[in-house]
Antibody
């Protein structure tokens, strides 16, 4: 059974750096084809993909946010960490992490999701 | 900047059939974009429905089907149930990056 859970601060101040942790179970990030991604959703708005890290440490970022994002993994702890610098009130959103699996012909991105964590950016 | 476009809203009667579409600002959507579809109900995390154009997840009801239609990805719901009222998002792959559409609010009325 695959589960993921996001954790981190619920409130950050403008210009601060946000650090979120995704702790997962039911799969290993050392298994070929497996990845963990981050997606966010501002209140009442659409989903936005942020970043993805694969089993081989390949990292992918949203082009529009690439300069502000860093994604890392700790395979031994079953955790993936996302940092976002220079936070702004427009970054207020629910942040989700999700499991991803790819092979040569099929991609199953974000088939399992965490419940999400609401992060508010305000002074 | 790549934009993925969906119908903002659609209405369907219970038992009816409806198709939601997903278009790319870069041109026709093909299987190489690995179209995915997600359902989200208020207060809940999204739920994956369809991956790689037309493949259902093990938990996806058979009334949901995915296809390519007229240069777009499409999600068709046949025999719509009241519980299908939700927001639906498509997701496309652009050579390493993923982009969500703006979502379609489906009303069952």
């Amino acid at each position: 059974q695959i589960t993921l859970k996001e954790s981190g601060p619920t409130l950050v101040k403008p210009t601060q750096t946000l650090t979120l942790t995704c702790t997962f179970s039911g799969f290993s990030l050392s298994t070929s084809g497996v990845g963990v991604g981050w997606i966010r959703q501002p209140p009442g708005k659409a989903l936005e993909w942020l970043a993805l890290i694969y089993w081989d440490d390949d990292k992918r970022y949203s082009p529009s946010l690439k300069s502000r994002l860093t994604i890392t993994k700790d395979t031994s702890k079953n955790q993936v960490v996302l940092t976002m610098t220079n936070m702004d009130p427009v970054d207020t959103a629910t942040y989700y992490c999700a499991h991803c699996e790819v092979d040569t012909s099929v991609a199953r991105p974000f088939d399992y999701w965490g419940h999400g964590t609401l992060v508010t950016v305000s002074s | 900047q790549t934009v993925v476009t969906q119908e903002p809203s659609l209405t369907v009667s219970p038992g009816g059939t409806v198709s939601l579409t997903c278009a790319s600002s870069t041109g026709a959507v093909t299987s190489g974009y690995y179209p995915n579809w997600f359902q989200q109900k208020p207060g809940q995390a999204p739920r994956a429905l369809i991956y790689s154009t037309s493949n259902r997840h093990s938990w996806t009801p058979a009334r949901f089907s995915g296809s390519l239609l007229g240069g777009k990805a499409a999600l068709t719901l046949s025999g719509v149930q009241p519980e299908d009222e939700a927001e639906y998002y498509c997701l496309l792959y652009y050579g390493g990056a993923w982009v969500f559409g703006g979502g379609t609010k489906l009303t069952v009325l």
